[in-house]
């Protein structure tokens, strides 16, 4: 088990709900972050993304201008501005498997559905810190592994086919985070 020390990372919030927004800056000051940025929509969002460079993203799906599906996919870009490889938590109040598939194959990280609790936006972060999935690249998807056992033996149905599989190590936020205690 590893401590987290909330200090040292950069928390992007991205949601058109100001209530959402102060809840969530709420639950990351009580975790011990400082740095949180908020922004109401995707653009605006993306816009400080580019400009902060947080270290993790938590954006809501439905947003206007553009929504949090559209937020991950620009910022799965590998040629974007800022880092591709920041993890993404979505949050949403449709949590239907088909919308968790979706996110997932936007590169989305983590999906946590509303209404939130602090032990669940917790776990989230630690699972991003502690246990950072490798990215995948390949012609039509670049994000985190979109598998959670990566094992090479699995020959079932949903195995990966076609085209060449670049695996990349997704830059680990466990030593920036790790704390002295």
Known sequence: MYRID????????CDDNPHMRRILRTLLHSFGAREVYEAEDGATALEMYSHY?????ITDWAMPIFDGLELAQMIRQPESKG????????????????????????????????????KGLYQRILNVVASPRPFIKTKTYFGPDRRRNTTNTYIGPERRVGGEVEVMQQPSLLDKARSNV
């Open 6 to 13: 909330f200090n040292k990372l950069r928390f992007l919030i």
């Open 53 to 57: 460079v947080p270290d993790i993203v």
């Open 83 to 118: 880092n591709p490889y920041a993890p993404i938590i979505m949050l949403t109040g449709h949590s239907e498997k088909r919308r968790v598939t979706v996110a997932r194959d936007a590169g989305v990280t983590e999906f946590l559905a509303k209404p939130i609790s602090a």
